[in-house]
Nanobody, 118 residues
Framework: QVQLVESGGGLVQPGGSLGLSCAAS????????MGWYRQGPGKQRELVAT???????HYTASVKGRFTISRDSAKNTVYLQMSSLKPEDTAVYYC????????????WGQGTQVTVSS
């Protein structure tokens, strides 16, 4: 049974920083491309950042330069470091693991709330 568990969410003031973690059990994340998604109030879930198996990263334009995605194979964990947070970053953040080959498989975490407010 593959499980992804996010942690690190909370309340932070505008301009502040917060770090999220996504720990996996039941599989090695080294087999997967990893991503962070978010869903704000009344909005659709959107991609925030991805990191490939070999470490290539991609960010949505609104977070580029403020967020950093990374992975630690030894700890079987993926991270999202967020800085210069804005109220519009408020959302539930979800971790995603995706494998395309040899067969498609995908897993989601349960989500962690990030609230940016003064």
């Amino acid at each position: 049974q593959v499980q992804l568990v996010e942690s690190g969410g909370g309340l932070v003031q505008p301009g502040g920083s917060l770090g999220l973690s996504c720990a996996a059990s039941g599989t090695s994340l080294s087999f997967y491309s990893m991503g962070w998604y978010r869903q704000g109030p009344g909005k659709q879930r959107e991609l925030v950042a991805t990191i490939s198996r070999d470490g290539n990263t991609h960010y949505t334009a609104s977070v580029k330069g403020r967020f950093t995605i990374s992975r630690d194979s030894a700890k079987n964990t993926v991270y999202l470091q967020m800085s210069s947070l804005k109220p519009e970053d408020t959302a539930v953040y979800y971790c995603n693991a995706r494998q395309v080959l040899p067969i498609f498989s995908e897993y989601w975490g349960q989500g962690t709330q990030v609230t940016v407010s003064s």
